[in-house]
């Protein structure tokens, strides 16, 4: 299992997100749309394969192979984290090497990019992942 959080060296709250933040609690929006998405992709290392920067202007991975529903669990301890599993079916993207991940609301928005060393996806395997979001 990847187990990544918004701390993560290579993690990044994307521009979009931090704009509905400040327009929720300015009372300039009235709600957030949950998220309730993963996407993955395979653009997230340079040449060298190490994992580069994801850009907050960003709206999507750079490469999108995938996008898998996430479970919810809110609050954890401490209470001002959030945490999202999801998993990649075992018939799915057979030889892939994953690196790149987003959380996507339920409305197709991306709120936060993680890129990480590639791992490789083998056929008849699930691929189960799990962000902690610490506010």
Known sequence: ??????????????????????????????????????????????????????????TDVINRVGLYPVTVSCPLTPRTTARYTGEIPDADLAGARINEAALIDSEGNAHQFINFYSKGKDAGVSMAFEFDDIF
């Open 1 to 58: 299992m990847g187990s990544y959080s918004s701390s993560f060296p290579t993690a990044v709250v994307s521009l979009f997100r931090r704009v509905a933040f400040c327009e929720y609690t300015s009372g300039a929006r009235s709600s957030i749309a949950p998220i309730t998405h993963f996407a993955v992709g395979t653009s997230g290392v340079d040449s060298d394969g190490d994992p580069v920067m994801p850009s907050e202007t960003q």
